[in-house]
């Protein structure tokens, strides 16, 4: 599976980003998908994750109310909306994947940077 993210940039505290990941090559609602984010000096950290169907959803307890994961299976993309955004949601976001089977996410996108401004 080859990941693709994209929608990072620079938005002011309050304000609200959405990050998509397209996925190549693999059928796509046979795979979990995750976002996950890292600053410098840090360890990388888990955001939230869909199940394949998308019936399923799971968030870090600090962006839960703001943040939202969602999939389109038939565009092979997973999006996080990110709303009233914090100085410390600033990161780069990466999208991950993971076979429905496995509990291991195996693949990763690039990442794309999200900066907050307060």
């Known amino acids: 599976v080859q990941l693709q993210a994209s929608g990072g940039g620079l938005v002011q505290a309050g304000g609200s980003l959405r990050l998509a990941c397209a996925a190549s090559?693999?059928?796509?609602?046979?795979?979990?998908m995750g976002w996950f984010r890292q600053t410098p000096g840090k360890e990388r950290e888990f955001v939230a994750a869909?199940?394949?169907?998308?019936?399923?959803?799971d968030y870090r307890d600090s962006v839960k109310g703001r943040f939202t994961i969602s999939r389109d299976n038939a565009k092979n993309t997973v999006y996080l909306q990110m709303n009233s955004l914090k100085p410390e949601d600033t990161a780069v976001y990466y999208c991950?994947?993971?076979?429905?089977?496995?509990?291991?996410?195996?693949?990763w996108g690039q990442g794309t940077k999200v900066t907050v401004s307060s």
């Open positions: 991950a994947a993971r076979y429905y089977s496995d509990y291991n996410y195996n693949w």
């Open positions: 869909i199940t394949g169907s998308g019936f399923s959803t």
């Open positions: 090559g693999r059928t796509f609602s046979n795979y979990g």
